[in-house]
């Protein structure tokens, strides 16, 4: 499937279509395209992101990751007013936290500043 010149997305749903195991590195780059589409009010770019890496980290058990990747998506839907599942994914990744002991992801989950 070709890629159109800075389609970084797509890149990425490329790559990922190779069945690999992905990487610490890897979930970081997801986070940081995710970020930054975030911060462009790219919603739906930062959803696909998110949701790519939140779905690597869960199939390598990367707690500090599903964390992330679910505070994260917590505030897309925040922001797209779908207060239900920001909620949802908001206390998912509290719970991890809390179970991890990570008291500052815990502060960030309670006040909605995201990972």
């Not at 990487?23 to 739906?44: C, Q, V, Y």
């Not at 500090?64 to 007013?81: D, E, M, P, Q, W």
């Amino acid at each position: 499937m070709p890629i159109r010149e800075g389609d970084p997305l797509g890149s990425i749903s490329v790559y990922w279509s190779d069945n690999h195991a992905a990487t610490g590195e890897e979930l970081d780059r997801l986070k940081k395209e995710g970020s930054n589409a975030f911060d462009r009010a790219d919603m739906a770019g930062a959803e696909k992101a998110w949701l790519a890496g939140l779905e690597k980290a869960q199939a390598l058990r990367e707690e500090v990751h599903i964390s992330a990747f679910l505070s994260n998506l917590a505030l897309i839907y925040a922001r797209l007013g779908q207060f239900e599942k920001a909620l949802d994914y908001n206390g998912r990744a509290l719970a991890i936290d809390e179970k991890l002991g990570n008291d500052k992801n815990i502060a960030i989950s309670l006040v909605g500043g995201g990972a």
